[in-house]
T-cell receptor
Framework: SQQGEEDPQALSIQEGENATMNCSYK?????LQWYRQNSGRGLVHLIL?????REKHSGRLRVTLDTSKKSSSLLITASRAADTASYFC????????????FGIGTKLQVIP | NAGVTQTPKFQVLKTGQSMTLQCAQD?????MSWYRQDPGMGLRLIHY???????DQGEVPNGYNVSRSTTEDFPLRLLSAAPSQTSVYFC????????????FGAGSRLTVL
């Protein structure tokens, strides 16, 4: 099974509301990353949080990491219609070749 | 600076045919990888490489071969295509030091009839 699992799998909100997505993973990580995918396109990196960090901000994005619970959350504040996309968490595993594995994603729809 | 280039963008195969998906990057990234994306399954890692001559299996390697003879190129080979390999394939690369963030190609949509 996959390393990461996002929750919820789909989320529909009104423009201006906040969107929260969660990610759980199974093994020790070096860092955790969030990516965004617009329909039919490749993924684009949003934000990275290292295993020794608990919270990180970038513009309207806030990411938290709880390594004891093996979970992370992505908060998008004051959402816009242009935020409509799928969001994926990716874990970079500790040790070895540090391969990168993804979860199943959260599909976010922001209604204008 | 082209980033990660995948070819072809679209391909239709018959069961049993072979083909190679090409991936090239011009960022001198050591790490390259292939994912497949299926509805409801997210991205699943097929194979990855951390440098020329070094490859390893991901979560779903069966039915796929890879090799890495140069830093720039990481082709994915389907030796005998099956309908279960109908998917969208993404190549991605990253450096192995510093901010190890993946850069993705635009994807290759493969249909196996």
């Amino acid at each position: 099974s996959q390393q990461g699992e996002e929750d919820p799998q789909a989320l529909s909100i009104q423009e201006g509301e906040n969107a929260t997505m969660n990610c759980s993973y199974k093994t020790s990580i070096n860092n955790l990353q969030w990516y965004r995918q617009n329909s039919g396109r490749g993924l684009v990196h949003l934000i990275l949080i290292r295993s020794n960090e608990r919270e990180k901000h970038s513009g309207r994005l806030r990411v938290t990491l709880d390594t004891s619970k093996k979970s992370s959350s992505l908060l998008i504040t004051a959402s816009r219609a242009a935020d409509t996309a799928s969001y994926f968490c990716a874990t970079v595993l500790s040790g070895g070749y540090q391969k990168v594995t993804f979860g199943i994603g959260t599909k976010l729809q922001v209604i204008p | 600076n082209a980033g990660v280039t995948q070819t072809p963008k679209f391909q239709v195969l018959k069961t049993g045919q072979s083909m190679t998906l090409q991936c090239a990057q011009d960022m001198n990234h050591e790490y390259m990888s292939w994912y497949r994306q299926d509805p409801g399954m997210g991205l699943r890692l097929i194979h990855y490489s951390v440098g020329a001559g070094i490859t390893d299996q991901g979560e779903v390697p069966n039915g796929y071969n890879v090799s890495r003879s140069t830093t720039e190129d990481f082709p994915l080979r389907l030796l005998s295509a099956a309908p279960s390999q109908t998917s969208v394939y993404f190549c991605a690369s990253r450096p192995t030091t510093g901010a190890n963030v993946l850069t993705f190609g635009a994807g290759s949509r493969l249909t196996v009839l």
